[in-house]
T-cell receptor, first 116, second 116 residues
Framework: KAGVTQTPRYLIKTRGQQVTLSCSPI?????VSWYQQTPGQGLQFLFE???????NKGNFPGRFSGRQFSNSRSEMNVSTLELGDSALYLC???????????????FGPGTRLTVT | DQQVKQNSPSLSVQEGRISILNCDYT??????FLWYKKYPAEGPTFLIS?????DKNEDGRFTVFLNKSAKHLSLHIVPSQPGDSAVYFC???????????????FGKGTLLTVNP
């Protein structure tokens, strides 16, 4: 089974621009979460989607948004980029069974965003 | 306010010896805990988990211990191997009603180096 894929792997943008990152979960996984990893803050939760609905959101400004499509693929968007948005953005997917749930999230390799 | 803390940024052990990685949490609502391993340029890989109804979970060379009264968990790796050298993240989650609405709160990680 193919793992979580993220595109692009690397991205360089300038301040003020916007960016869209893409994530394809493991086949059959319907929950997709996004995290931001920086050296100072570690991994921080951005948001989680299930069946095209955002169910949970972390403490990030409204410039960070996302969506999920009917095939469970997800995108996240950052508008008006700031230097501090430079980070590794990780996507993770989970398989949710009716009546059970797994907290185990499977991560993609990440998108390295550099804002100059 | 950091709810999951890994106070040792790094740990160095000899091959064949035991590696003990520690993690403390402050939120008593956390009821599920996970350990992830991360190599450079890759996403975190799930290692082992434990729910709050247990105090120990074992999987091969990896054992996680949970001390709820102390809000402390640890990951033991025995015997340690050079291939175990990576950053190890502790993560915690709450059990939301509805079963599948969750997020992971991560520690900042501990860099383990296993010397041959």
């Amino acid at each position: 089974k193919a793992g979580v894929t993220q595109t692009p792997r690397y991205l360089i943008k300038t301040r003020g621009q916007q960016v869209t990152l893409s994530c394809s979960p493991i086949s059959g996984h319907r929950s997709v979460s996004w995290y931001q990893q920086t050296p100072g803050q570690g991994l921080q939760f951005l948001f989680e989607y299930f069946s095209e609905t955002q169910r949970n959101k972390g403490n990030f400004p409204g410039r960070f948004s996302g969506r999920q499509f009917s095939n469970s693929r997800s995108e996240m968007n950052v508008s008006t980029l700031e230097l501090g948005d430079s980070a590794l953005y990780l996507c993770a997917s989970s398989f949710i069974r009716q009546g059970q749930f797994s907290y185990e999230q499977y991560f993609g390799p990440g998108t390295r965003l550099t804002v100059t | 306010d950091q709810q999951v803390k890994q106070n040792s940024p790094s740990l160095s052990v000899q091959e064949g010896r035991i590696s003990i990685l520690n993690c403390d949490y402050t939120n008593s609502m956390f009821d599920y805990f996970l350990w992830y391993k991360k190599y450079p340029a890759e996403g975190p890989t799930f290692l082992i988990s434990i729910s709050s109804i247990k105090d120990k979970n074992e999987d091969g060379r990896f054992t996680v211990f949970l001390n709820k009264s102390a809000k402390h968990l640890s990951l033991h790796i025995v015997p340690s191997q050079p291939g175990d050298s990576a950053v190890y993240f502790c993560a915690a989650s709450r059990l939301y009603s509805g079963g599948s609405n969750y997020k992971l709160t991560f520690g900042k990680g501990t860099l383990l180096t296993v010397n041959p």
